[in-house]
């Protein structure tokens, strides 16, 4: 019969073991020298890197399998101490972050971007294939630095990328402005219908759609110059209207009144427009069919 030990498996749960030297250039440390070669990663673009890691691990013990003894064996045979875990689990780390790095450019590392659950994979794999027992919670990065002389390059980046999204942020708001004032705060509903239209090869959905977007610009829903376009084309609408209709009417009242007294009509629009022309300032009429004479009239 085997008597396994559950307190010291209970001291090995949620450990954490944090890589602080292993791959860091500590620049804080007065009696290390610049040309001192410190060891770093090299990343997929033959660049090196410095960076830190925080791993959390545990004897695999699940109280609730039938086998859950298993990995406590492997851990007694083949480990034996937390001391040795921990030495292990460094190991493992700095092997499967050493093959991760070398598949992770640069500029990937410096965004944290760095395929962590590939090496919490590969931490398990070995971990495994050792047969210690152990389980990788998980894996992530505390820190990362670049040489010195690529530091100008770095923040040059940053800055950039900075500027970037500052200018993309200043058109998203300009963009939205000048579309609210265009056609109201609502003008996402018509630039989806615009696209929903130019999208579709369907001529019978398209002239639904179109008919659709025709009712929303002559809805309320409608603002922006926009609104203010079609409420004054519609004020000019009105008025023609109305204009033609008078005219119309008044051309049917002359049409009757021509019909009845031709001749008093004709007389009554002759003196009009002799009443007309001769109520503004004429300097001279030129008569037609004469010598070139031509009528003075005083003002």
Request: hydrophobic share 40%.
């Amino acid at each position: 019969m085997i008597y396994i030990n559950y307190s010291i498996l209970w001291q090995l749960n949620e450990q954490t073991l944090t890589l602080n030297e292993s791959f860091w250039n500590d620049t804080t440390n007065q009696n290390q020298s610049e040309n001192n070669l410190v060891m770093g990663l090299l990343t997929a673009d033959k660049n090196i890197v410095h960076g830190k890691w925080t791993i959390s691990f545990s004897v695999g013990l699940n109280l609730k399998e039938s086998n859950n003894h298993k990995n406590a064996l492997l851990f007694f045979k083949n480990v034996g101490s937390i001391e040795k875990a921990r030495d292990i689990v460094k190991l493992v780390a700095e092997r499967a972050i050493v093959h991760t790095t070398a598949q992770t450019t640069v500029d990937e590392f410096i965004r944290g971007k760095e395929k962590i659950h590939i090496i919490k994979e590969k931490m398990q794999s070995l971990l495994i294939q050792m047969e210690t027992g152990l389980n990788i919670h998980s894996v992530s990065q505390k820190a990362y630095s670049v040489p010195k002389h690529l530091n100008f390059e770095f923040q040059a980046v940053n800055r950039a990328e900075s500027q970037k999204a500052l200018k993309i942020e200043e058109s998203k708001r300009y963009c939205a402005m000048m579309l609210n004032q265009t056609a109201g705060r609502d003008y996402i509903k018509i630039i989806q219908a615009i696209n929903n239209i130019e999208s579709t090869n369907q001529s019978e959905k398209k002239k639904y759609l179109e008919k659709h977007l025709k009712k929303y610009f002559l809805s309320e829903l409608l603002g922006g110059m926009a609104a203010e376009v079609i409420n004054t084309a519609k004020i000019y609408r009105t008025s023609t209207l109305e204009n033609i209709q008078a005219a119309a009417i008044n051309f049917q009242r002359l049409l009757k009144t021509e019909k009845e007294h031709s001749n008093l009509l004709r007389n009554r629009m002759i003196q009009d427009c002799l009443e007309n022309i001769f109520s503004k300032k004429i300097q001279s009429i030129v008569l037609p069919k004469t010598d070139g004479s031509h009528l003075i009239i005083e003002n």
